[in-house]
C-alpha cells in the first residue's frame, strides 16, 4: 500500500508559488536597473510603454484569428480544442505584457508568437 503524504505536496507546491512571487520581482528590478544604467530612465520608461501597447495589440489580432480559426472548426463539426488553449496562453500573455519588466514582456512576446506558443504548448501537454 503506496501512502501519499499530501501535506508535502501542498507545501511543495507553496514554496514554487512563494519562488515565484518573489523571484520574479527580483529578476524584473534586477533588469530595471541594469538597462536603466545602460539606456537611461526615460528610455527605459518609454520603453516598457512601447512593449506594452505593442504587445497588447498583438495580442488583440492573434486572439481574432485564433477566433476566426475556431469558428472555422466549429462550422466544419470539429472541436476546437487547440484555438481554446492557444487563447487562454494569448490571454496570460497579453496579462505579462502589461505588467512591467522586461523578463515578463519576454515571455509575453515567446507565447504570442505562434511558432513558439504551439513549442510550448506541445512542451506542456506533452508533460501530462
Known sequence: MTYINLQNIYFRKMNIFLILI????????????????????????????????????????????????GFSQLVRNEVPVYEIISGAVIAFAAFLLILPGFATDFFGFLLLFPFTRKLIIGRFAKKT
Open 22 to 69: 518573489i523571484g520574479i520581482p527580483l529578476v524584473e528590478i534586477y533588469l530595471f536597473i541594469k538597462i536603466g544604467s545602460a539606456i537611461g530612465a526615460f528610455n527605459t520608461i518609454a520603453f516598457t510603454i512601447i512593449t506594452a501597447l505593442t504587445g497588447i495589440i498583438y495580442a488583440r489580432h492573434e486572439g481574432f484569428n485564433t477566433l476566426k480559426s
